[in-house]
């Protein structure tokens, strides 16, 4: 769960610094030659019709000439991926009392729709990831829910189609090399058991959901704190990949007319992406 709130958009980190009045999801970024680019922090599971509500965003998108986004998923890549999600040698049921076993089919299997025993190679963060989504599915209110393709996909896709250049800033198998192998298995399994234990998903994605459609970074990050982060988890989901990141949209930045669009959590902290822009000479505003 430590691992996986982040991967849903919510990735996140540090102590937030943010001033109270410099808040929101979409920010201006203007380089030290005046160039203008555009950060906005995305929530991975809302669709592409919310932009309706944003025409801001809209607006930025459609006059940048260029699209930044986490990645892009190749779906002829995801077949030779697949052996990163097993566990080879284990198994759930050996790994698990009977108690613990139990619940993982009184949660998991309505999830997945099929018998536990047949997930018994799969390591936990798979299954976590899918609970996860599932929960958010059903925690979003009607009044939050928004049809279309997912919004970083649709970001990547549209800009792609009109003629923009993508830039993805980590390829798929370096994103899932961090979700599946930055734990030992037996670590994502004492993870998985306690969110299923203390029913931790609940509160935590009710927050983030509204944290996010009330345009609240602050909000956000405490809703994601609740998930009981470890400094050597978000060492490892935000900090690490921030650091990685800013260094290739530096010279992009430096041309402007970059629109990026990453998980909103890798924007707030000493870490994130708008602190590091910072420091490198950046002036960024938030945009209401």
């Keep these: 769960m430590k691992k996986l709130l982040l991967s849903l958009g919510a990735s996140l980190l540090a102590i937030l610094v943010l001033p109270a009045q410099e808040q929101g999801l979409l920010w201006e970024i203007e380089s030290p030659e005046g160039k203008v680019s555009y950060l906005y922090g995305t929530y991975h599971l809302v669709g592409a019709d919310f932009l309706e509500e944003r025409k801001d965003v809209s607006k930025v998108f459609e006059e940048s000439r260029m699209v930044v986004v986490e990645t892009v998923i190749d779906s002829s890549q995801l077949m030779s991926l697949a052996p990163l999600s097993l566990m080879p040698g284990k198994s759930l049921k050996a790994m698990t009392d009977s108690l613990d076993y139990l619940l993982l089919k009184e949660k998991i299997e309505p999830v997945m729709q099929m018998d536990l025993a047949m997930l018994d190679m799969l390591k936990p963060m798979v299954l976590s990831t899918a609970y996860a989504a599932n929960l958010a599915q059903e925690l979003t209110p009607d009044s939050l829910r928004y049809g279309g393709l997912p919004i970083d996909m649709y970001f990547a896709k549209t800009g792609e189609e009109q003629g923009k250049e993508?830039?993805?800033?980590?390829?798929?198998?370096?994103?899932?090399?961090?979700?599946?192998?930055?734990?030992?298995?037996?670590?994502?399994?004492?993870?998985?058991?306690?969110?299923?234990?203390?029913?931790?998903?609940?509160?935590?994605?009710?927050?983030?959901?509204?944290?996010?459609?009330?345009?609240?970074?602050?909000?956000?990050?405490?809703?994601?704190?609740?998930?009981?982060?470890?400094?050597?988890?978000?060492?490892?989901?935000?900090?690490?990949?921030?650091?990685?990141?800013?260094?290739?949209?530096?010279?992009?930045?430096?041309?402007?007319?970059?629109?990026?669009?990453?998980?909103?959590?890798?924007?707030?902290?000493?870490?994130?992406?708008?602190?590091?822009?910072?420091?490198?000479?950046?002036?960024?505003?938030?945009?209401?």
């Excluded at 800033?169 to 994103?175: A, F, P, Y």
């Excluded at 909103?264 to 209401?288: C, D, F, M, S, V």
């Design 166 to 288: 993508v830039l993805s800033l980590e390829t798929i198998k370096e994103q899932m090399t961090i979700l599946f192998e930055s734990q030992t298995e037996e670590e994502q399994l004492e993870d998985l058991l306690e969110m299923l234990r203390e029913d931790m998903g609940e509160d935590v994605t009710t927050g983030i959901i509204a944290a996010y459609h009330q345009d609240d970074l602050s909000e956000l990050y405490e809703a994601a704190m609740l998930s009981g982060m470890e400094a050597g988890d978000m060492e490892v989901l935000l900090d690490e990949r921030n650091q990685a990141w800013v260094p290739k949209l530096a010279p992009e930045l430096n041309k402007g007319g970059l629109f990026i669009a990453v998980g909103a959590l890798h924007l707030p902290g000493e870490q994130g992406l708008i602190a590091l822009l910072q420091a490198e000479g950046y002036k960024l505003k938030p945009l209401k």
